[in-house]
């Protein structure tokens, strides 16, 4: 295991972002983004078998866990760079990528503008298109209740209720992980999911895709999951019996899949 911090500058934005290494160093690269809330703990459930056959490499996202935030505005561009600043600090020009929610927005504009960068892309839990009117109550939430008002109503909605009666403990341990976050980087965030708008360069993508959807996701519906599958050419869908953080509630499901695709195969498609 290595740690260190990868640089991000971006003028007035520059930040330091938590970098952590595990499994050959010598091994295809695999890089790993995380959803909106969470740290690099969500990819626990993937760690042994990506380790395996992967040098991992895990981030946490700008205003998350140990990475630092930054004033002004968040958009997923912006994210996309941190990203490259990490594939950079890791001296890795190109890598296989697994993104959920969040992760897998940052992924499509990556795969959209800078292509030679990745060699095949995990895209779970994504749409390609978020109207800025649909964030703007989550942001005035932030504002008005924190993160303390807002873990009950938020963590819940990652994982189906059979999830949830069965692994509270895992659901608590989320809960402390969100409450973890820098608010100023949480609302950044939140309002860069605003700034998706993927309708377009979707369809010109070259990146070998793979898209896992949640049947029960209630923050990006199965047809939002579809509908990138069906834009993005060539790409395989994958749909689990899950909530949103599909890799955290159906954990063999999720790494089998991504396994398979990230080594050059093709998992069972779902519709």
Same mark, same amino acid.
């Given at each position: 295991m290595k740690e260190y911090y990868a640089e991000s500058r971006t003028g007035d934005r520059d930040v330091r972002l938590y970098v952590r290494e595990d499994g050959d160093p010598g091994a295809p690269p695999l890089l790993l983004s995380n959803s909106l809330?969470?740290?690099?703990?969500?990819?626990?459930?993937q760690l042994a078998a990506f380790t395996e056959r992967f040098r991992v490499i895990r981030y946490d996202m700008r205003g998350h866990g140990h990475s630092e935030s930054s004033t002004g505005g968040?958009?997923?561009? =912006?994210?996309?760079? +941190? $990203? =490259?600043?990490?594939? +950079? $600090?890791?001296?890795?020009?190109s890598a296989l990528y697994c993104g959920v929610s969040l992760g897998g927005m940052v992924g499509q504009w990556i795969a959209i503008n800078e292509p030679r960068r990745l060699e095949r892309a995990v895209l779970a839990s994504a749409g390609i298109f978020i109207p800025p009117q649909a964030i703007a109550p989550r942001l005035e939430a932030i504002?008005?209740?924190?993160?303390?008002?807002?873990?009950?109503?938020?963590v819940p909605r990652w994982f189906t209720p059979r999830f949830i009666d069965a692994h509270p403990d895992r659901v608590a341990a989320l809960k402390e992980v969100f409450l973890a976050n820098r608010e100023d980087g949480y609302y950044g965030c939140s309002a860069a999911l605003g700034t998706l708008d993927h309708r377009q360069g979707i369809g010109g993508v070259t990146v070998p895709i793979l898209v896992i959807g949640g049947e029960h996701d209630p923050a990006v519906p199965p047809e939002h999951a579809r509908e990138l599958a069906e834009k993005a050419p060539g790409a395989t869908l994958v749909m689990l019996d899950a909530a949103h953080l599909s890799n955290m509630e159906r954990p063999k499901e999720f790494t089998d899949a991504a396994l398979t695709f990230l080594s050059g195969g093709s998992p069972e498609a779902g519709a």
């Open positions: 809330g969470t740290d690099t703990s969500m990819w626990e459930p968040y958009d997923i561009p =912006l994210l996309a760079r +941190d $990203a =490259l600043a990490v594939l +950079d $600090a890791a001296d890795v020009p504002r008005a209740q924190g993160l303390p008002g807002l873990v009950d109503e938020i």
